[in-house]
């Protein structure tokens, strides 16, 4: 078989994947790729139109339902008598009766939970299966108590729920919306977590919070080991009752901090589960639509790419009023790019603004005619920036937004704009995935093993280039200081002092100096200086090394007359570079994150573009704010273009879209003389020349899917 008959049979054999039906033996959580979620209130029993909204689910062509059954609230005639039946419900067994509705259209069922908490007459009978201070007084949530995840409501009395749940309606699976109990912030005293906490530990419970505190630390990673046990036993119980593929799921974050912040430790629910749930339903301004497509990638590259990833997305803002379309569809569009599931998500059964209708059946239906091209694909990118949980845990303690989400996002921003496609790696994973990457980049990756140090250490022995920032290296896995940086010897750089790294960027009307024209300067040849905007200390370096940004110190601002540089130069190192490695003491990242310094921005840019070079193997050329995705199929290259140019720039929602084109593209592929685009439908003639693709894509919306 020639090149092009290879091609031709793929074509073939993926089109018949497309017509014929799903194979029965294939589960439900590799055949659901669409979900709708009709989230239903208390009053809703009264008023659920049922046939309205099979033909809802019909018209969005969702292949499966989250229904709320039990929990907090029951949407069914229970035998237990302490859970808590809908204000409404009136004897009726709604939950059932859109389950069966469900399975005779032929979606796969999750029953919605929420084991968090409890009305009053339940905490009455059990007082000892709810989270406590440290006083004996109970923990609420509004007119609700906090159940404990150490105590026998979970491991009792919801097992006998699900086992319930199962035993009359045979969900699929599922969906636990808030499982994982009280937060980082509240230590529960309760006698079963005292009990535990000893048996386990041979101590009491922490006082307090207190990072430096072994016992503390201890407690941390207790909590951590409960949730997944959690997970485990949950599943075990479902899976014995409703067989071998009826699976829990409770719902993760799409951020890390508030993974940490729940205890839920994502790289072994991740091991563990076949199928993710995330909910992460909208934008911030901070972080923009880019961050779920980041999202899907971080998640998949701790799941795999061949289990799938839903996420709930939010039709509402506020509540039960519709968001604008514009905004829904950007964060599904950029969602899909990242290789997430959609998900709608509306808030009660009546919706009176029936606008919200629109933004899924337009998506969803994209979605069917082209899934074949946005599942079981591999993402291609040169670049990976480097996260771990145990990161934000124990460098970022309680400032992680600022010590290790503004940083890494720098980065993200950074290549972003510079249509640069990247990869989150999970630092654990870096060892087996070394040989995919050409470029690492370490944004203030305070603590690491060192193992994990070794492992960089590796990677650049192998020809990777690294790039770091601020106190990569200088903390523990349990974030103790070192005496200096791990990778010391890779930066050719020395920590000041043990506490270096975990400060925030102090603001400060500062500058970096031009002291040597590298190639990491390009196109700040009409400048010797550039803003800087925090300060930096003393810094030893080894012998040569290149310092091409140093230091200048701050002064006053005001009054004009005094604006001037009172010592214009030092010799303190803004960037350090020693062969392929990169090393930034100034934090660039955190501050581009921050003030949006297109400086800034090109800095990072350059500094990844000399260190990973040719290998890149991408190029966009044209106006506008693009986010570019690269997968590939067996036989094509799929590239996922998301417009982010739009109306709302200053702050969400969006309500306009505005077409940017025409864009050159280039990338390194094998041969390829045409592209069929996804969303226009254009058929757009392709030249290559010297193992690169060149084409014209005339016009972008919203989004592009182009298919080499
Ligand atoms: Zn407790």
Same mark, same amino acid.
């Given at each position: 078989?020639?090149?092009?008959?290879?091609?031709?049979?793929?074509?073939?054999?993926?089109?018949?994947?497309?017509?014929?039906?799903?194979?029965?033996?294939?589960?439900?959580?590799?055949?659901?790729?669409?979900?709708?979620?009709?989230?239903?209130?208390?009053?809703?029993?009264?008023?659920?139109?049922?046939?309205?909204?099979?033909?809802?689910?019909?018209?969005?062509?969702?292949?499966?339902?989250?229904?709320?059954?039990?929990?907090?609230?029951?949407?069914?005639?229970?035998?237990?008598?302490?859970?808590?039946?809908?204000?409404?419900?009136?004897?009726?067994?709604?939950?059932?009766?859109?389950?069966?509705?469900?399975?005779?259209?032929?979606?796969?069922?999750?029953?919605?939970?929420?084991?968090?908490?409890?009305?009053?007459?339940?905490?009455?009978?059990?007082?000892?299966?709810?989270?406590?201070?440290?006083?004996?007084?109970?923990?609420?949530?509004?007119?609700?108590?906090?159940?404990?995840?150490?105590?026998?409501?979970?491991?009792?009395?919801?097992?006998?729920?699900?086992?319930?749940?199962?035993?009359?309606?045979?969900?699929?699976?599922?969906?636990?919306?808030?499982?994982?109990?009280?937060?980082?912030?509240?230590?529960?005293?309760?006698?079963?977590?005292?009990?535990?906490?000893?048996?386990?530990?041979?101590?009491?419970?922490?006082?307090?919070?207190?990072?430096?505190?072994?016992?503390?630390?201890?407690?941390?990673?207790?909590?951590?080991?409960?949730?997944?046990?959690?997970?485990?036993?949950?599943?075990?119980?479902?899976?014995?009752?409703?067989?071998?593929?009826?699976?829990?799921?409770?719902?993760?974050?799409?951020?890390?901090?508030?993974?940490?912040?729940?205890?839920?430790?994502?790289?072994?629910?991740?091991?563990?589960?076949?199928?993710?749930?995330?909910?992460?339903?909208?934008?911030?301004?901070?972080?923009?639509?880019?961050?779920?497509?980041?999202?899907?990638?971080?998640?998949?590259?701790?799941?795999?790419?061949?289990?799938?990833?839903?996420?709930?997305? &939010? $039709?509402?803002? !506020?509540?039960?009023? =519709?968001?604008?379309?514009? #905004? *829904?569809?950007?964060?599904? +569009?950029?969602?899909?790019?990242?290789?997430?599931?959609?998900?709608?998500?509306?808030?009660?059964?009546?919706?009176?603004?029936?606008?919200?209708?629109?933004?899924?059946?337009?998506?969803?239906?994209?979605?069917?005619?082209?899934?074949?091209?946005?599942?079981?694909?591999?993402?291609?990118?040169?670049?990976?920036?480097?996260?771990?949980?145990?990161?934000?845990?124990?460098?970022?303690?309680?400032?992680?937004?600022?010590?290790?989400?503004?940083?890494?996002?720098?980065?993200?921003?950074?290549?972003?704009?510079?249509?640069?496609?990247?990869?989150?790696?999970?630092?654990?994973?870096?060892?087996?995935?070394?040989?995919?990457?050409? &470029? $690492?980049?370490? !944004?203030?990756?305070? =603590?690491?093993?060192?193992? #994990? *140090?070794?492992?960089?250490? +590796?990677?650049?022995?192998?020809?990777?280039?690294?790039?770091?920032?601020?106190?990569?290296?200088?903390?523990?896995?349990?974030?103790?200081?070192?005496?200096?940086?791990?990778?010391?010897?890779?930066?050719?750089?020395?920590?000041?002092?043990?506490?270096?790294?975990?400060?925030?960027?102090?603001?400060?009307?500062?500058?970096?100096?031009?002291?040597?024209?590298?190639?990491?300067?390009?196109?700040?040849?009409?400048?010797?200086?550039?803003?800087?905007?925090?300060?930096?200390?003393?810094?030893?370096?080894?012998?040569?090394?290149?310092?091409?940004?140093?230091?200048?110190?701050?002064?006053?601002?005001?009054?004009?007359?005094?604006?001037?540089?009172?010592? !214009?130069?030092?010799?303190?190192?803004?960037?350090?570079?020693?062969?392929?490695?990169?090393?930034?003491?100034?934090?660039?990242?955190?501050?581009?994150?921050?003030?949006?310094?297109?400086?800034?921005?090109?800095?990072?840019?350059?500094?990844?573009?000399?260190?990973?070079?040719?290998?890149?193997?991408?190029?966009?050329?044209?106006?506008?704010?693009?986010?570019?995705?690269?997968?590939?199929?067996?036989?094509?290259?799929?590239?996922?273009?998301?417009?982010?140019?739009?109306?709302?720039?200053?702050?969400?929602?969006?309500?306009?879209?505005?077409?940017?084109?025409?864009?050159?593209?280039?990338?390194?592929?094998?041969?390829?003389?045409?592209?069929?685009?996804?969303?226009?439908?254009?058929?757009?003639?392709?030249?290559?020349?010297?193992?690169?693709?060149?084409?014209?894509?005339?016009?972008?919306?919203?989004?592009?899917?182009?298919?080499?």
């Amino acid at each position: 078989m020639n090149r092009r008959e290879f091609l031709g049979a793929a074509a073939l054999a993926t089109a018949s994947v497309t017509t014929a039906p799903a194979a029965p033996n294939v589960p439900w959580y590799r055949r659901a790729l669409r979900w709708g979620q009709t989230n239903i209130t208390e009053r809703d029993p009264a008023r659920y139109d049922i046939p309205f909204w099979r033909d809802f689910w019909k018209r969005t062509a969702i292949q499966g339902v989250i229904i709320n059954a039990g929990g907090i609230v029951a949407y069914y005639p229970s035998k237990f008598p302490l859970h808590h039946r809908a204000e409404l419900l009136n004897g009726r067994d709604l939950y059932g009766e859109l389950a069966s509705a469900a399975h005779q259209d032929g979606l796969a069922v999750l029953a919605r939970m929420d084991c968090s908490r409890a009305a009053e007459d339940f905490f009455q009978a059990h007082p000892d299966w709810f989270a406590r201070h440290a006083d004996g007084s109970p923990y609420r949530a509004d007119d609700k108590y906090t159940t404990c995840v150490n105590s026998a409501y979970y491991d009792e009395y919801i097992p006998g729920i699900l086992e319930e749940i199962i035993q009359r309606s045979h969900p699929e699976g599922f969906a636990d919306n808030s499982w994982s109990g009280l937060t980082r912030n509240n230590i529960c005293y309760c006698d079963n977590c005292a009990r535990k906490f000893r048996d386990r530990a041979s101590q009491s419970l922490p006082p307090r919070k207190n990072w430096d505190d072994p016992v503390y630390r201890r407690w941390i990673q207790w909590n951590y080991a409960r949730r997944t046990e959690i997970w485990d036993h949950f599943n075990h119980v479902t899976r014995a009752a409703g067989g071998p593929e009826c699976l829990w799921l409770g719902m993760n974050s799409g951020s890390i901090t508030s993974q940490s912040n729940s205890f839920r430790d994502f790289s072994e629910i991740a091991r563990r589960s076949e199928f993710l749930l995330l909910d992460h339903q909208s934008r911030s301004d901070a972080t923009g639509f880019q961050q779920n497509g980041d999202t899907g990638k971080l998640v998949h590259g701790l799941l795999g790419w061949d289990k799938p990833i839903i996420e709930s997305m &939010a $039709l509402y803002q !506020p509540r039960v009023a =519709a968001k604008p379309t514009a #905004e *829904a569809q950007m964060w599904m +569009v950029e969602g899909i790019a990242g290789g997430i599931g959609p998900w709608w998500h509306i808030v009660g059964a009546a919706p009176e603004d029936r606008r919200m209708f629109r933004t899924p059946e337009r998506v969803f239906q994209w979605h069917r005619a082209n899934d074949e091209y946005l599942t079981n694909r591999r993402p291609l990118a040169a670049v990976g920036i480097v996260w771990s949980q145990r990161n934000t845990d124990y460098f970022g303690r309680d400032d992680a937004a600022e010590l290790v989400e503004a940083p890494y996002r720098g980065w993200t921003q950074a290549l972003l704009r510079a249509r640069i496609p990247y990869l989150p790696v999970n630092l654990a994973d870096v060892g087996t995935r070394m040989d995919q990457f050409a &470029a $690492l980049i370490l !944004p203030n990756l305070g =603590a690491m093993e060192a193992n #994990e *140090a070794e492992a960089i250490r +590796v990677f650049a022995s192998r020809g990777g280039a690294v790039i770091a920032t601020g106190a990569t290296s200088l903390y523990d896995e349990e974030g103790g200081a070192r005496s200096d940086f791990a990778l010391s010897d890779l930066f050719g750089a020395h920590a000041p002092s043990p506490d270096f790294g975990r400060r925030r960027p102090e603001q400060a009307h500062t500058y970096l100096r031009v002291s040597n024209r590298h190639a990491i300067l390009k196109g700040l040849e009409d400048t010797d200086i550039i803003p800087f905007g925090s300060t930096l200390a003393e810094m030893r370096i080894d012998p040569g090394v290149t310092v091409p940004l140093t230091y200048v110190p701050p002064f006053p601002v005001f009054p004009p007359e005094s604006a001037w540089m009172r010592t !214009p130069k030092t010799e303190i190192p803004g960037v350090i570079l020693k062969g392929r490695t990169a090393y930034l003491p100034a934090p660039i990242d955190a501050l581009y994150a921050h003030s949006n310094l297109p400086d800034h921005g090109n800095l990072l840019a350059n500094l990844v573009r000399w260190a990973a070079g040719d290998r890149i193997g991408f190029e966009l050329q044209g106006t506008g704010l693009i986010d570019c995705h690269v997968y590939t199929q067996p036989g094509r290259t799929i590239v996922h273009l998301v417009n982010l140019t739009n109306e709302a720039a200053w702050r969400g929602p969006m309500d306009e879209f505005i077409p940017v084109g025409p864009l050159t593209m280039r990338l390194r592929t094998a041969a390829a003389r045409s592209a069929t685009c996804l969303v226009s439908g254009a058929k757009l003639p392709v030249i290559v020349k010297q193992g690169w693709a060149t084409l014209e894509i005339p016009r972008v919306v919203d989004h592009e899917v182009v298919i080499l």
